[in-house]
Every structure is written in C-alpha cells, then in structure tokens.
C-alpha cells in the first residue's frame, strides 16, 4: 500500500499538520540530548517540530514519496519496515510512531522491534487514534473503503503487545491515545 502514502507524499502536511507540541514534548519527556527514531514518521511533519529539543532524529518509513519529503526538510531519512528495523539492540533514547501503527501488517512484530532499539532507560511513544470513540471508527470504515489495510487497535491492546517488564501508561486526549512505555534501566 505503499503507492498510496508515494501519491499523497506532498500534501499530506497541508491535509494533516501537526498542531500538538506541547502534547509531543510531555509525553516524549523533551528535550532530550539523545537520538529519536521516528518510525513510520512519514514527511517528517513532527519529527522537524521536534528538532530543537534533541540532539538528531531519524525518520524510518517504507514510503519513499513521504522520505523525499522529509529529505526536503533537511531530516535524516531511511527506507525501512518497521517490522525488521535495520539497528543494534538498545540505540535510540527515544521512539516515536504517530498515526502509523494501524497500517503496520504485522503489528505486534512492529513492536517488538521498537522495543528491542530502545535503550535501557529510554521512552517509546505510539499515538494512535483511539478507535473506541465514534469519529475513528468512522475514520477506520473509510480507511476499509479505500483499500487501505489499515488495523486499528484499542490503546489497551497496543500496550498488551510490550513485554510485561516494560513500565507502560496510557495517555487519552480527545481522539488520540498515546501509549507510553519505558524500558527499565536495568533490561539490557
């Protein structure tokens, strides 16, 4: 489905632009002087949002229409599944993944791989629509109807897919759920 997110690559900031820093910093705890993984962070919308208040971000996505976008705002960019990321165990400080998740085949493959990047001590964040409320379940139909293979999962479910040492807490704003997790120092 990757032609889909290659035709939309540039406007998608237009059609959706980031409006939650605030949001972003608290549940991410920025700034930071460490490495963020953006994954599946697309035209890099938020990840140049997030520049001031880390030391380098790394965007990660299969669609090579959304990476130039994000090569054009002057992000570190790379073409890579999130179900087999091309990294070292335990080498970023943070992990982000925004409105990604539900367009992940194999999901819970996806989070283990987030999770096994993530330095001991470090924060991982997945924002996800929350598909308990009316208007995404309205946004998932229209997602079926146009053939995307999009899976939305309850926040409650994302968090279920994390090891169970993983100190994790569930954030609910409007329609958004961020499920934030912490891998212990002491997990290597």
Do not use: C
Not at 86 to 113: C, N, S
């Amino acid at each position: 489905m990757n032609h889909h997110f290659d035709w939309i690559a540039r406007f998608y900031d237009r059609a959706l632009p980031f409006s939650r820093l605030e949001k972003m910093l608290d549940v991410l705890a920025l700034p930071y002087d460490g490495i963020l993984l953006d994954a599946g962070g697309g035209t890099g919308r938020v990840a140049s949002a997030l520049r001031p208040y880390l030391t380098d971000i790394l965007v990660a996505d299969v669609s090579t229409g959304m990476l130039a976008q994000a090569r054009a705002k002057g992000l570190s960019a790379l073409n890579a599944q999130s179900e087999r990321l091309p990294f070292a165990d335990d080498i970023f400080e943070r992990i982000l993944m925004v409105d990604a998740l539900h367009h992940v085949i194999h999901q819970a493959e996806t989070v283990r791989e987030l999770y096994r990047v993530l330095k001991p001590g470090g924060r991982l964040v997945i924002e996800e629509p929350d598909v308990r409320t009316f208007p995404v379940k309205l946004i998932a139909l229209a997602e079926k109807l146009a053939f995307m293979r999009s899976h939305f999962l309850a926040p409650d479910e994302i968090a279920a897919l994390f090891p169970q040492q993983a100190q994790s807490t569930i954030d609910i704003q409007d329609y958004n759920a961020w499920v934030i997790v912490e891998k212990p120092r002491d997990q290597a």
